[in-house]
Nanobody
Framework: QVQLVESGGGLVQAGGSLRLSCAAS????????MGWFRQAPGKEREIVSA????????YYADSVKGRFTISRDNAKNTMYLQMNSLKPEDTAVYYC?????????????????WGQGTQVTVSS
């Protein structure tokens, strides 16, 4: 089994920054690529960013390019999402996800493991 636990969410003013972390435990050897998704009330879950096992390949949604940075530390079994210049439309529950495949893919269905989510609220 694999467990993913997110942390770092909270309330921030527009223009501010937050850093999310995702700690993996259990059979972490099962996880290759990882990603961050988010879901706002009444909306579908959407990709924010994804990263390959080595970190050499990344994907960003157009809405966060230039503002968010994904990274991972495999020695610590931890993935990060640095979020800068936050906007009210970034408000959502942010989920960490892992997949057994190696590609940094964008569809939720491609991911095998999920965390419980952490709330990010950006006030205007």
């Amino acid at each position: 089994q694999v467990q993913l636990v997110e942390s770092g969410g909270g309330l921030v003013q527009a223009g501010g920054s937050l850093r999310l972390s995702c700690a993996a435990s259990g059979r972490t050897v099962s996880i290759l690529a990882m990603g961050w998704f988010r879901q706002a009330p009444g909306k579908e879950r959407e990709i924010v960013s994804a990263i390959s096992w080595s970190g050499g390949s990344t994907y960003y949604a157009d809405s966060v390019k230039g503002r968010f940075t994904i990274s991972r530390d495999n020695a610590k079994n931890t993935m990060y999402l640095q979020m800068n210049s936050l906007k009210p439309e970034d408000t959502a529950v942010y989920y960490c996800a892992g997949r057994r495949g190696s590609g940094a893919l964008s569809r939720p269905a491609e991911y095998d493991y999920w965390g419980q989510g952490t709330q990010v609220t950006v006030s205007s």
